[in-house]
């Protein structure tokens, strides 16, 4: 997992939070994502995303933590190349 942030616009990006198959359901993504808002709470940072997957597993522990879901998105992809 990785986290991106601006201390002076107080604001941290979270990404990439995510386990291995063999390791799902222990709740390793869960700490993962949590200790990453540590961090960000230590710089006195109090605005934190992350974009996942509507209804995904992300997206459950998201919630389960806490986070409010504040838009959903659609990604776009162009494959005729």
Not at 31 to 46: E, H, M
Not at 48 to 76: P, T
């Amino acid at each position: 997992g990785g986290i991106f942030f601006s201390k002076s616009e107080n604001i941290a990006y979270l990404h990439d939070d995510g386990t291995l198959p063999d390791f799902g359901g222990k709740g390793y993504q869960t700490a993962l994502i949590g200790y990453r808002v540590n961090i960000a709470a230590d710089q006195g940072i109090t605005r934190i995303y992350a974009l996942v997957e509507h209804g995904s597993k992300s997206w459950r522990n998201y919630l389960k933590l806490g986070f409010d879901q504040i838009q959903i998105a659609n990604v776009f992809s162009y494959n005729n190349i």
